[in-house]
C-alpha cells in the first residue's frame, strides 16, 4: 500500500496548500487577498514540491498526477499493477485536501459572494477566454513542458530534485498557465471540482463540469505526446 498512501498524502498536501493559496487569493478578508500571479504560480510550485517529498517518504515515486502515472504506464517506465493503487491514492488525496480547504476557510467562503470572487475557480481551472480548442491545447502544451521535463529529472523524490520539480510547475503557470489556470494534472482540476460541487460551500455557484474535458483530456495527452519524444530521442 506505499504506493497508495504516499500518492494520497503527497496529493492532499499538493491540493491543500495549492487551492489554500487560491483561496487566499480570491476570498474576501484573507491577509492575502488579491495577490498577484507571481504569487499563485510560485505557492503552487511549493505545494507540488512539499507533496512530492512526503509522497517521497511514504514509499511512492511522487507523481501525484494520472498524467505522469498513465503515460509513463504505456511507455514502460512504471509497472502497470502499480497504476490502479497511484491513481485511486492522486484523486482521493485530493478530493481530502480540497475538503480541509473548505473547512480552512469556512467564514471567508460564507464573506464572499460569487461576484466578489468565491467560484469554483479556487478548486479547479478556468480557462482565461472561452476557446475550447486552445483551451485543450493550451493544456496539452504546458503539459508536455512539464513531463519532458520531468523526465528528464530521473528519480524526481529524492535530494532537492522535489524543489526543483516545483520550480518547474511555478515557471510553467508563469511563462504557459494565464490561458487556463495550468491545471497540468487531471486529479488536481476533477477531484477539488468534485468536491465544490458536493460539499456545503457558502455562496457557490457552478461548477462548470461543461469545462472539465480540457483539465482531463489536455495532460494525459501532452503527458503521453512528452513520454513519445523521449522514447524517440532517448
Known amino acids: 500500500m506505499n504506493g497508495f498512501s504516499g500518492e494520497f498524502f503527497g496529493t492532499l498536501i499538493l491540493i491543500l496548500i495549492g487551492c489554500g493559496c487560491s483561496a487566499s487569493v480570491n476570498l474576501k478578508k484573507n491577509y492575502a ?69 473548505v473547512i480552512q476557510y469556512y467564514p471567508q467562503f460564507a464573506a464572499t459572494k460569487s461576484r466578489e470572487g468565491n467560484t469554483v475557480g479556487i478548486f479547479a481551472t478556468r480557462p482565461a477566454i472561452k476557446s475550447p480548442l486552445f483551451n485543450f491545447l ?10 519532458f521535463i520531468l523526465l528528464n529529472l530521473g528519480n524526481f523524490t529524492v535530494g532537492i530534485k522535489p524543489f526543483i520539480v516545483g520550480l518547474v510547475i511555478t515557471v510553467i503557470g508563469t511563462g504557459l498557465g494565464s490561458t487556463t489556470g495550468f491545471a497540468l494534472n487531471p486529479a488536481r482540476d476533477w477531484s477539488p471540482r468534485f468536491a465544490y460541487t458536493v460539499l456545503p460551500v457558502p455562496n457557490k455557484v457552478g461548477a462548470e463540469w461543461w469545462y472539465a474535458w480540457v483539465p482531463m483530456c489536455g495532460p494525459l495527452f501532452g503527458g503521453l505526446l512528452a513520454c513519445a519524444l523521449e522514447n524517440m530521442v532517448a
Open 138 to 147: 493550451s493544456e496539452v502544451i504546458a503539459t508536455f513542458a512539464f513531463i
Open 33 to 101: 487577498t488579491g495577490s498577484n500571479w507571481w504569487f499563485v504560480c510560485a505557492s503552487w510550485g511549493l505545494a507540488v514540491t512539499m507533496g512530492v517529498y512526503v509522497a517521497g517518504f511514504l514509499g511512492s515515486q511522487g507523481h501525484l498526477n494520472p498524467a505522469v502515472t498513465i503515460p509513463f504506464a504505456i511507455y514502460g517506465l512504471f509497472p502497470w499493477h502499480q497504476v490502479l493503487p497511484y491513481l485511486a491514492g492522486q484523486f482521493l488525496g485530493a478530493f481530502v485536501g480540497a475538503v480541509l480547504v
